[in-house]
């Protein structure tokens, strides 16, 4: 399986409600993200929040990681129907010599109905 | 100023052509990326060049050749394309490796083979 699992895999709810993504990954991390791709659309980032961090704001949106569990949380407040889209998380792991590597899950896709 | 950009945005071309996808960041990065999305929108990393080195190959047939000629531009070839090549190609860069570090994305290149 990949680093990076989201779950659930799609999500639909109403305007108005909170939507909650989860990801988990395997390997240690150095941090993790969170990108929204709307349909046929390039990656926008939302929010990065450092392994040795718990919890991060941003806007409407609130991420966690526990990295003992090796996993993330994405909490969307107050959805908007302009809040559809799939989120993808992504983990940045750091090796030596410059190695880099970001890894993405498989992605929640997000529909919130007006 | 756009931070990654790839040319073209949209490539249809047949099977057995070969074809070329560029993609230039002036974010001053150390690290660049390609990615595949398929169709049901799981990005795959294909490569990671740092400092015009290869570093990570996932993989890829060769038939898919990546080339850096600076730090600033990671161009990928493909060779006698094949109906499942169709996907969208995103070019990526992240500098350092550490807490902070960001991954950058531009806009995808939908490629189709017909």
């Known amino acids: 399986s990949q680093q990076g699992e989201e779950d659930p895999q799609a999500l639909s709810i109403q305007e108005g409600e909170n939507a909650t993504m989860n990801c988990s990954y395997k390997?240690?991390?150095?941090?993790l993200q969170w990108y929204r791709q709307n349909s046929g659309r390039g990656l926008v980032h939302l929010i990065l929040?450092?392994?040795?961090?718990r919890e991060k704001h941003s806007g409407r949106l609130r991420v966690t990681l526990d990295t003992s569990k090796k996993s993330s949380s994405l909490l969307i407040t107050a959805s908007r129907a302009a809040d559809t889209a799939s989120y993808f998380c992504a983990t940045l792991r750091r090796g030596s010599g410059g190695y880099q590597k970001v890894t993405f899950g498989i992605g929640t896709k997000l529909q919130v109905i007006p | 100023d756009t931070a990654v950009s790839q040319t073209p945005k949209y490539l249809v071309t047949q099977m057995g052509n070969d074809k070329s996808i560029k993609c230039e960041q002036n974010?001053?990065?150390?690290?660049m990326y390609w990615y595949k999305q398929d169709s049901k929108k799981f990005l795959k990393i294909m490569f990671s060049?740092?400092?015009?080195?290869?570093?990570i190959n996932e993989t890829v047939p060769n038939r898919f050749s990546p080339k850096s000629p600076d730090k600033a531009h990671l161009n990928l070839h493909i060779n006698s394309l094949e109906l499942g090549d169709s996907a969208v190609y995103f070019c990526?860069?992240?500098?350092?490796?550490?807490?902070?570090?960001?991954?950058?994305f531009g806009q995808g290149t939908r490629l189709t083979v017909v």
């Open positions: 974010l001053g990065h150390d690290t």
């Open positions: 060049y740092n400092n015009k080195e290869l570093i």
């Open positions: 990526a860069s992240s500098q350092g490796g550490g807490h902070y570090t960001e991954a950058f």
């Open positions: 390997t240690s991390i150095n941090n």
């Open positions: 929040i450092r392994s040795n961090e």
